[in-house]
């Protein structure tokens, strides 16, 4: 079993809908969890960073963290066509000083549909 | 703004052959790293350096290697390329800050034919 799962997809949805991207993992020493965003042909750029459990939003992302049941959420409310993209799940165990190793989901791949 | 520079977007190599992927960061990063890309297994560590000719091994570094003789430059080398290293590689750095994130190239698509 991997140390992450995240549901490759694709996800297709219409303009202004709302998006739920999801992934849990086994490790329960995780305790810093990011959303990556994948354009095509382009590398990854970090959307949102959470420390531990709780909800953290900016703007029209959301990202959730349920430690109990090893559960991280990102939400995108009034989607658009520039939206769409790979979203990837990370998430490491120890502070982000020095070469700390983050472990990845797959990516989804998500198109909002004008 | 951070910028990660991969020499090659496309490159095509044949089995056998030693193959240099070249990644230069602009930021003063202490810290860099080379990832693997593929459908179905998102990104997978092969080597990261946490300093001037420090290395260490990720999940998968079986068949590669490197050397970070500059801080700017991390240099990820096929020693024989196989079929099975066809992929796209990601470098990334990133500084030593608590919440400094990874900061990632455009990849490098590599065939080996």
């Known amino acids: 079993q991997k140390e992450v799962e995240q549901d490759p997809g694709p996800l297709s949805v219409p303009e202004g809908a709302i998006v739920s991207l999801n992934c849990t993992y086994s490790?329960?020493?995780?305790?810093?969890f990011m959303w990556y965003r994948q354009y095509s042909r382009k590398g990854p750029e970090l959307l949102m960073y959470t420390y531990s459990s709780g909800n953290k939003e900016d703007g029209r992302f959301t990202a959730q963290v349920d430690k109990s049941s090893k559960y991280i959420s990102l939400f995108i409310r009034d989607s658009q066509p520039s939206d769409s993209a790979t979203y990837l799940c990370a998430m490491s165990s120890g502070t982000f000083q020095g070469a700390q190793k983050l472990v990845f989901g797959q990516g989804t791949r998500l198109t909002i549909n004008p | 703004d951070v910028k990660v520079t991969q020499s090659s977007r496309y490159l095509v190599k044949r089995t056998g052959e030693k193959v240099f992927l070249e990644c230069v960061q602009d930021m003063d990063h202490e810290n860099m790293f080379w990832y693997r890309q593929d459908p179905g297994l998102g990104l997978r560590l092969i080597y990261f350096?946490?300093?001037?000719?420090?290395?260490e091994k990720g999940d998968i570094p079986e068949g590669y290697s490197v050397s970070r003789e500059k801080k700017e430059r991390f240099s990820l080398i096929l020693e024989s390329a196989s079929t099975n290293q066809t992929s796209m590689y990601l470098c990334a750095s990133r500084g030593t800050g608590r919440v400094s994130p990874l900061h990632f190239g455009n990849g490098t698509r590599l065939t080996v034919t």
């Open positions: 350096s946490y300093d001037v000719k420090m290395k």
């Open positions: 490790n329960s020493a995780f305790q810093y």
